[in-house]
């Protein structure tokens, strides 16, 4: 993450600018009786790019529209399909990552952006101009505020991690299938996080573990205050306050940790409280064949090495 520069003073107001987008969403979904408006990857963004100055989300701004709106898309209209619950999101992904490589550009949050509406279950269009809306902002903000400043327009992407990342929620999309719990199979944060980690130079069973707490976590705050707090708002307020301190203390930053409480707020009710063990299962599946698959890939690069 990139906001280490920042002034006290700057860190401040971009937290502050991210936390009311987020709760003008809230106010909005309240006000027209709509939870489809409240878009939880859309609160991960706002703090990736107006607080932790994620440049790697910036590289090329237009992307923050257009991958984002495309992928919900794909999503909202696979919904309508009359097919299994696991084949939506096995399809929804398949046409996500032949997306992402034909820009040849990878967008993280534009993976929960096209399982999202699977997810919730969305059909209306408040859904789709939220989606075009709220990206369109944050676009027109990185280029007026210049948040992007400095970070190169390149961009690549490694077939092989699209593969992995295939493999690994199409397998965790069968286990939770046969557990009987395929409402929770796809867990958008931690499809995010997932690929984000598959794409760290470095990844080590520390990081994995802090990952899980952290998504653990927020996953169980989120619920809990839903669950306790009849005032959408207010639950807003203290889950953004408790997952900025949650983060501080872990030393981490991890977007999609602020999109977990805002999960409760638009998935079917009786999966609400099984979403911090479903997110539980999902991370360590997740995580621990990444480890693996980290290790293994190690030892063949110092094989490799080693024949030179």
Same mark, same amino acid.
């Given at each position: 993450? !990139? !906001?280490?520069? #920042? &002034?006290?003073?700057?860190?401040?107001?971009?937290?502050?600018?991210?936390?009311?987008?987020?709760?003008?969403?809230?106010?909005?979904?309240?006000?027209?009786?709509?939870?489809? %408006? *409240? $878009?939880?990857?859309?609160?991960? +963004?706002?703090?990736? *790019?107006?607080?932790?100055?994620?440049?790697?989300?910036?590289?090329?701004?237009?992307?923050?529209?257009?991958?984002?709106?495309?992928? =919900?898309?794909?999503?909202?209209?696979?919904?309508? $399909?009359?097919?299994?619950? /696991?084949?939506?999101?096995?399809?929804?992904?398949?046409? +996500?990552?032949?997306?992402?490589?034909?820009?040849?550009?990878? @967008?993280?949050?534009?993976?929960?952006? /096209?399982?999202?509406?699977?997810?919730?279950?969305?059909?209306?269009?408040?859904?789709?101009?939220?989606?075009?809306?709220?990206?369109?902002?944050?676009?027109?903000? %990185?280029?007026?505020?210049? @948040?992007?400043? /400095?970070?190169?327009?390149?961009?690549?992407?490694?077939?092989?991690?699209?593969?992995?990342?295939?493999?690994?929620?199409?397998?965790?999309? =069968?286990?939770?299938?046969?557990?009987?719990?395929?409402?929770?199979?796809?867990?958008?944060?931690?499809?995010?996080?997932?690929?984000?980690?598959?794409?760290?130079?470095?990844?080590?069973?520390?990081?994995?573990?802090?990952?899980?707490?952290?998504?653990?976590?927020?996953?169980?705050?989120?619920?809990?205050?839903?669950?306790?707090?009849?005032?959408?708002?207010? %639950? &807003?307020?203290?889950? @953004? #306050?408790?997952?900025?301190?949650?983060?501080? @203390?872990?030393?981490?930053?991890?977007?999609?940790?602020?999109?977990?409480?805002?999960?409760?707020?638009?998935?079917?009710?009786?999966?609400?409280?099984? $979403?911090?063990?479903?997110?539980? /299962?999902?991370?360590?599946?997740?995580?621990?064949?990444?480890?693996?698959?980290?290790?293994?890939?190690?030892?063949?690069?110092?094989?490799?090495?080693?024949?030179?």
């Amino acid at each position: 993450m !990139n !906001n280490h520069n #920042l &002034s006290k003073k700057q860190e401040i107001l971009s937290y502050t600018a991210a936390f009311i987008f987020i709760l003008l969403m809230v106010a909005t979904a309240v006000h027209f009786a709509d939870r489809e %408006v *409240i $878009l939880p990857e859309i609160a991960a +963004m706002a703090v990736a *790019i107006f607080a932790f100055r994620e440049q790697s989300w910036m590289r090329q701004p237009e992307k923050i529209f257009i991958l984002p709106s495309l992928t =919900a898309i794909i999503g909202f209209s696979i919904n309508f $399909l009359e097919i299994p619950y /696991g084949m939506k999101l096995v399809a929804v992904l398949i046409l +996500m990552l032949i997306l992402m490589y034909s820009f040849r550009y990878s @967008l993280p949050p534009a993976l929960a952006t /096209g399982f999202l509406p699977i997810v919730s279950q969305a059909h209306s269009f408040s859904f789709l101009a939220t989606i075009l809306s709220t990206t369109a902002v944050l676009m027109v903000s %990185v280029y007026i505020f210049r @948040l992007n400043k /400095g970070s190169d327009r390149k961009s690549t992407i490694d077939s092989r991690t699209l593969l992995l990342y295939f493999g690994i929620l199409v397998a965790w999309v =069968a286990i939770a299938t046969v557990l009987g719990y395929g409402q929770m199979a796809i867990i958008p944060p931690i499809a995010v996080v997932t690929y984000e980690s598959l794409s760290m130079k470095m990844y080590s069973i520390k990081i994995a573990l802090k990952q899980i707490a952290v998504l653990f976590l927020s996953a169980s705050i989120g619920v809990f205050f839903f669950l306790t707090v009849n005032n959408w708002l207010i %639950v &807003s307020v203290a889950d @953004l #306050l408790f997952m900025y301190l949650m983060l501080k @203390l872990f030393k981490m930053h991890v977007p999609a940790v602020y999109a977990f409480p805002f999960l409760a707020f638009i998935l079917p009710k009786e999966v609400i409280s099984v $979403l911090p063990f479903a997110a539980l /299962g999902m991370s360590i599946f997740s995580f621990g064949i990444i480890l693996i698959y980290r290790q293994y890939a190690d030892k063949m690069i110092s094989k490799i090495s080693d024949l030179k």
